[in-house]
């Protein structure tokens, strides 16, 4: 197994940083490309196919690792053979070497290797553990529920190569806490003095009408008992979920002081049940479906970020939401694709007086407290649907089937038209909130949830993950004043590539790639599908079409932004989220897929 989850890695590893131009593979006279390491002694061999948008689609079993000799003396690698015929040592594949001998040539700096090492190392436990699991084909998970999906993902983000940290969990915090162990969780209460923390909520919503409605009675009497035997009035305080392993990890010990002058009170374990999901730090109540999604702050260093929720940001969530739902609802183009919008109902944030006054803004000390409630996606069902995560459409099982083209076979429909019915509930609403809008969301996988009919068609798409991840980028756009924190300065010829690098390279690249390969589609019905979806909403939308012209999406080259450079360059935190703009890597450009269906 961990000879497998190394292989899979190494894959990634030398698909992804080729694609951000970090190496460059050399063609072999025998068809197959290399990869020597920084000082030539290692050499890795591997056949591969290369696919629009630069996609390297690389054969897992194909790769081979050999010492070589170093730069400027002759091996049977260097003169172009490729034959593997003993003139050089046959190596096993290490994820861990890769990176050691790719050092220089992927700009990992003496402070990040070793962290980085870590959350390498992390994540090929986290892929064996999967490995160990029975075996799920991807066409009976298609037909599985809800959550079973969400916890059958095997790849998490499919670019980042390092995407699967969790630096803080030990082995025990893993097996309980890791979305793919789909361990059920209970969250820990704490009761926080009303003086010291911020409680908000959507218009028509309050605090003791949201705790009614997510803790049964007996959970509240059961709390408000406990305050009144240590002589506290529960009515005081803000009621907040916690993650256990913060409480356990963190606030138990960082927090100590607030615990002992009776500012924060721990209250125990609530009586439902939740499943973690890909993000780690947000459940799903397993015990009532229809309750709201409880986010939470998690201390762990995972994908570039330690992840924290912002005390401070928390108050503005419920308006920006409340702003995003009523824009959705009043405007006809977003109805009649059927998109809705999670709203994240309610938020609270405690505010520890002394690491705020020793700290930055931005600093993971003011992050280790805060939790937000998001509807739940089930009470949106009609009678026949179902749900899924977008991210599932990349899952490819442990032999290679594909989830996305099982969805497409179960539908009957063919399978350019069940793109395009795909494209219709996911691209062409983001397409209306940039253009009308110039509002962007960041639509990946695990950030959108289809709506599929009986058959696994799609129907439409839910959004998730707003006031975080949410940008206006016009000076015009209307936003009531506590929402004016999503309201980012972007240069005028980078704001249309929130969709190329969002939708086109860090999605449709890989679906494209899976349904190519898998011989569903080919490159060229997919890419034209998309540029019949962006043609067919220009048409409908003609006194747009100064924007269309200034945000050109058939342009025939647009810059590539590069994720893993952000991870390498700095993996504690990859960008500075006053600014998201500003940190981006840009590395020459693609050949945009559309353009020639302009």
Known sequence: MWARANRLLVRKALAEFAHERLLEPVRLPDGRYAVRGDDGSTEYRFAARRLSLDHWHIDPESITRHASAPHGEDTGASDGDG?????????????????????TALGLSEQVLPVYLEEISSTLSGTAFKLAAPPV???????????????????????????????????AEYHAYAPEAATPVRLIWLAADRAHATFTASAGLDHDTLLRAELDPATLD???????????????????????????????????????????????YGDDEHLAQQSIRT??????????????????????????????????????????HGLVARDEVLRATGLAVLRERAAVGYHPAAYEAASAKGSPYRKMLAALWRESPVPLLEPGERLATMASLLHVDRDGGSFAAALIRESGLDPAE?????????????????????????????????????????????FKDIAEEIAVMSPDTPLPPEAERIRAEVPEDMKVLSLFTDVFDCFFRFLSGILTTDGVLDEDTFWAAVADCVT??????????????????????????????LQLRDNQQMVDLQDPAGGLQLVGTLENPIARFR
């Open 137 to 171: 084909d991807a066409a009976e998970l298609a037909r599985s529920g809800f959550q079973a999906v969400e916890t059958g993902m095997t790849e998490g983000h499919p670019c980042f190569v390092a995407n699967n940290g969790r630096l803080g969990f030990d082995i």
């Open 536 to 565: 067919g909403y220009q048409k409908s939308a003609p006194h747009l079409a100064d924007r269309f012209e200034r945000y050109d999406l058939f342009t025939d080259r647009f810059a590539l932004s590069c994720l893993n450079r």
């Open 283 to 324: 459940f799903f109540n397993t015990s009532e479906p229809s309750r709201n999604y409880v986010k939470t702050a998690l201390s762990v260093l995972n994908m570039g970020f330690v992840r924290g929720l912002s005390a401070e940001y928390m108050k503005a969530t419920p308006a920006i939401n409340d702003w995003l």
């Open 83 to 103: 034959d593997g015929d003993g003139s050089d040592a046959e190596l096993p594949l290490d994820a861990l070497d890769l990176v050691i001998e790719l050092r």
């Open 222 to 268: 059961r709390f408000a008992d406990r305050m009144t035997e240590l002589g506290l009035d529960l009515a005081d305080f803000h009621l907040m979920p916690v993650h256990p392993w913060q409480w356990w990890n963190k606030l138990s010990v960082t927090f100590a002081a607030e615990v002992a002058q009776r500012r924060l009170v721990c209250l125990g």
């Open 418 to 462: 069940w793109l395009r019915r795909y494209l219709d509930t996911y691209l062409t609403p983001l397409l209306h909130c940039f253009y009308a809008y110039e509002l962007v969301f960041m639509p990946h996988g695990e950030n959108v949830i289809l709506v599929l009919d009986e058959h696994g068609a799609p129907r439409r798409a839910v």
